[in-house]
């Protein structure tokens, strides 16, 4: 019903008639019919939101150093023998709660995984719609430098890039610059996909009917490109997007596990695993369990939301 | 076809031989919290890269298994005149190549050791010249009276000179300024084994040397030498039986391997003493005081000193392993009197009133450099005290990295408070610590100065003790020197760490001295 009225008001964009009739009729049916997809929406949403309330939910905050008391180191979860309020999860050996961790934690690592899949959405686009709609030299050495990034190990480019930024910064503002440094490196190995995508679906696009007609009535390149054409290859990007959203994620927890992410002082994750680690034998296991099931969580609900999304957007499966 | 069943079943005998032997040999597997930083043990004066290559290389003299100085390629010396010592050669010792072992090994490696460019150059203090008086005669030079020299020697090993010089390894090579050699990556000693193989940060392997000049005390084939840097997984490899030994038992998992029925632990406080060093030029590297140095203030010090709850440290950080102390130096290093034990006393609301007076009513912020693979918990250690710093207003940008990248900011000086740990090793005598580390920046001595103290009356009575060969005297002095710097808080200590080692069913006997050194040749496995 809505979509008619809707329709009606605005005649002069047929081109988003596809997209909203997606959103308000099959997809969102669709939606609430698999509970697999309701189930990691409502789980990512209680994350999401638990992540940027930290402040207000966590009893204390792992950032500030003042709040680190040594006496209150490794203490077990509140159910267990000797466990202690306001430490639902217990702490770790340097007294930090591991509930407040957790909460500020995914606060950073989900942080960096958004950003980075922004950012590397951002550059895709803009190299995806050059390439595919300007083509020649120009899309060569674009698809040629893709390729080169593709070539190296996501892993390496990313430890290499972080490694070249801290040692530039200087030490005092390291700390401070690191979520910017893990977003650029992931960012950076990450943009191939999308421009590809972005590429081939403008190549496909550009020969249309609507296309041609914008170009007789000599709109500029840019004009054709933003919003004539890009709309109409969203619908692929934001899949994968969704998807790599959750490898985003992962490759910060890697990197702070590996040490080259987030630091001590400011654990994401990635960091909280990497310190639980280290206790996993002398019987604390609340230190690294809990900040890994976090993040298993996260990685899964994103992952099934992302399968989700595929199968609804993909016609051939409709 | 009869022709390839042959040649299968001979391969199958073969294999099953090959399989055998391997069986029979022993070979002793050994998980280290980290590599050595190279082959040459010229290249840093590192305890550990010390210890693993006194398997390879040899001095003149060594510590037996109570820790005294007994010969090793010298037989014997004499004190000719004060500033003149002879030693007569071993004869009949060869390297690892099969070059004989003379007097113009001795001499080669000494002037490589002694060489400016050398790092180890501050365990020669005393060091002037040497001389061959024949093939298997030498005589070194010394500053009048030096008492220490046999100490030195433990620890100055002999390289072949042919070697050096058909390799162009003349030159000593420096780690902590990335100057590489042939020495780096080879090897040729005459120790009781020699190297195999080398992948650095992976695997080195030590074969045992047949032709050993001394009687071997133990049974050992080969030795798979392998850093693992994760405790846990160190910890996992040895439950597994995937290593044999670690010289470095996590302290928190010491009760969970001694719960089990197949691993030993052994356990117990070692000579060295954990200690913050204070950058002292006029210039701060990373803060936000940038106009003078807040760590030339004795009252800064003295607050960052009484901000630390040591207790706290020992028990949770150190799970009571450790030693808590006042002094640079353990009390079975001579030089060592009980008054210098004596701790200022945990008091964050001094500490406040200290800042306040010397004008950081608010703290400041600096630059805290800190390994993650060197000291017993050296990490948790520097992430505890920061916290400890926070709640009084100083706010460490803590800087944690490996040691091969942190040696060379403390070298170049880039660091506002760092972190050493000092065994007086090999020398075992305070007069060690004093000459390296305390001393200002002169010739020989003050190799570890790397924050820039200076203390001219302490020098004085540094330099008179490495005169001095009145051993009661002499410690006189090195006591005074320790008092003043002690006084002046030029150095935060902390405490003497745990030494903690672990070994699987497959290792008989091992000999473990306070020095924490591995000695594998006097090893036995089952």
Redesign the interface.
């Known amino acids: 019903m809505s979509v008619e009225t809707q329709a009606t008001k605005t005649p002069d964009a047929p081109r988003f008639a596809r997209l909203r009739a997606f959103l308000d009729g099959d997809l969102a049916h669709g939606f609430f019919h698999t509970p697999s997809a309701v189930i990691s929406a409502l789980v990512l949403l209680l994350i999401a939101l638990t992540a940027i309330a930290a402040p207000l939910l966590s009893p204390q905050n792992p950032y ?3 709040q ?1 008391f ?2 209150k ?2 203490l077990p979860p509140i159910w267990s023998a000797g466990g202690e309020a306001p430490y639902l999860l217990g702490t770790d ?3 930090r709660d591991i509930f407040s961790a957790i909460l500020y934690g995914s606060r950073i690592s989900l942080m960096i995984g958004f950003a980075s899949v922004i950012v590397s959405v951002l550059i895709g686009i803009a190299v995806g719609l050059t390439s595919g709609y300007i083509g020649g030299r120009i899309d060569n050495f674009l698809m040629r430098v893709g390729d080169l990034v593709l070539s190296i190990p996501t892993l390496l480019v990313a430890i290499l890039v972080s490694a070249i930024f801290r040692q530039l910064l ?3 503002l ?2 401070a610059f690191t979520p910017v440094i893990l977003t650029t490196s992931i960012a950076i190995t990450s943009w191939v996909q999308y421009a590809r995508i972005v590429r081939a679906s403008t190549m496909v696009e550009a020969r249309k009917e609507y296309v041609l007609a914008a170009r007789i009535l000599q709109l500029p390149s840019s004009k054709i490109m933003v919003s004539h054409i890009l709309p109409n290859v969203m619908t692929a990007v934001l899949v994968t997007a969704t998807l790599n959203l959750g490898l985003a994620i992962l490759a910060e927890a890697t990197l702070s596990f590996l ?1 080259v992410g987030m ?3 400011q654990p994401s994750l990635g960091t909280l695993i990497r310190i639980g ?8 296991w609340w230190v690294v369990l809990f900040p890994a099931l976090q993040l298993s969580l996260i990685i899964l609900a994103v992952n099934l939301l992302g399968d989700w999304l595929r199968d609804a957007l993909n016609p051939k499966l409709r | 076809m009869k022709s390839l069943l042959r040649t299968s079943v001979a391969a199958v005998v073969a294999l099953t031989l090959t399989t055998f032997s391997a069986a029979a040999e022993n070979v002793l597997k050994w998980g280290a919290q980290r590599d050595v930083v190279s082959l040459d043990p010229y290249s840093y004066g590192d305890t550990f890269t010390i210890a693993v290559l006194n398997h390879v290389y040899e001095g003149l003299v060594r510590y037996d298994e109570k820790l005294q100085i007994a010969p090793a390629l010298a037989t014997s010396w004499e004190v000719v005149s004060p500033t003149v010592w002879r030693f007569h050669l071993r004869k009949g010792v060869k390297f690892h190549n099969g070059a004989p072992f003379t007097a113009d090994d001795v001499i080669a490696s000494l002037i490589r050791v002694s060489d400016p460019a050398s790092p180890l150059r501050g365990n020669l203090p005393a060091y002037k010249g040497a001389t061959k008086v024949d093939d298997y005669t030498v005589e070194i030079n010394t500053t009048p009276n030096y008492p220490l020299l046999l100490n030195d020697l433990t620890n100055i090993v002999i390289f072949d000179k042919e070697w050096l010089v058909a390799n162009h390894a003349e030159a000593p090579t420096d780690v902590g300024k990335g100057v590489e050699g042939y020495a780096t990556s080879h090897a040729n000693g005459t120790g009781p084994f020699k190297i195999l193989s080398r992948k650095p940060d992976a695997e080195t392997v030590f074969e045992v040397n047949k032709d050993w000049w001394d009687k071997p005390k133990h049974n050992i084939d080969k030795i798979i030498f392998t850093p693992i840097t994760s405790s846990a997984t160190r910890v996992a490899a040895l439950l597994s039986g995937e290593i044999d030994f670690t010289n470095s038992a996590p302290l928190q998992d010491i009760p969970r391997l001694q719960a089990s029925p197949d691993i030993k632990v052994l356990a117990s406080n070692e000579l060295r003493t954990v200690f913050f060093l204070f950058n002292r030029t006029d210039k701060t590297i990373a803060s936000d005081i940038t106009d003078k140095n807040p760590m030339n203030d004795i009252k800064v010090r003295q607050a960052m000193y009484q901000s630390i709850d040591i207790d706290a440290l020992q028990k949770k950080v150190m799970r009571g392993l450790s030693r808590n102390t006042g002094s640079l130096i353990a009390p079975a290093i001579p030089g060592y009197v009980d008054a210098l034990d004596s701790r200022l006393p945990y008091d964050p609301d001094a500490a406040k009133k200290l800042l306040a007076e010397a004008g950081y009513p608010n703290g400041f912020s600096f630059s805290f450099v800190c390994e993650n693979d060197g000291y017993v918990n050296e990490e948790e250690i520097c992430q505890a005290v920061s916290s400890m710093w926070a709640r009084v207003g100083l706010k460490a940008n803590l800087d944690v990295a490996p040691t091969s990248l942190q040696t060379a900011k403390f070298e170049s000086g880039k660091f506002d408070v760092g972190i050493l740990g000092w065994a007086n090793e090999p020398m075992i005598d305070s007069f060690s610590i004093l000459v390296q580390v305390v001393h200002s920046k002169i010739d020989t001595s003050g190799v570890f100065n790397w924050g820039g103290w200076k203390y001219p009356e302490v020098d004085a009575l540094i330099d008179s003790a490495g005169k001095e060969l009145d051993r009661e005297k002499r410690l006189g002095f090195q006591t005074q020197a320790l008092t003043k710097v002690k006084d002046d808080i030029a150095f935060l200590p902390l405490h003497q760490q745990p030494m903690a080692w672990a070994m699987g069913p497959k290792i008989e006997s091992i000999v473990q001295l306070t020095d924490n050194k591995p000695r594998f040749w006097l090893t036995m496995m089952k």
């Open positions: 500030d150093l003042t680190l040594l006496d180191a490794e050996v340097q007294g200087p030490v005092s390291r700390d040490g630091p001590v002082t680690n280290q206790y996993f034998f002398s019987g604390s």
